[in-house]
């Protein structure tokens, strides 16, 4: 079994809010994305792909927020 996220590769937060913070990606990668299913299932980000097939683009996995606020949050703003 791979213990890496199959959307690491092209999970946006890496390209986006922090591409330019090497050391930051790299803790989030080790502690979520190369982690297994233990690490994915604290990702905030892949629970709710999981739960609702997609997530806000800057969405972090150590999110504050609950996996129900975030897909909350979401249907109020496609209203």
């Not at 959307?7 to 330019?20: A, E, R, V």
């Not at 990606?25 to 999981?50: D, H, I, M, P």
Request: hydrophobic share 30%.
């Amino acid at each position: 079994m791979n213990n890496t996220c199959e959307k690491h590769q092209i999970c946006p937060i890496f390209n986006g809010i922090l591409k330019d913070k090497q050391m930051t990606a790299k803790s989030y990668q080790n502690q979520y994305c190369n982690a297994g299913e233990t690490g994915w299932n604290k990702c905030k980000r892949f629970l709710v792909v999981k739960q609702i097939g997609s997530c806000p683009p800057n969405l972090l996995p150590n999110s504050f927020k609950s996996v129900e606020q975030i897909i909350t949050e979401m249907s109020n703003k496609e209203i």
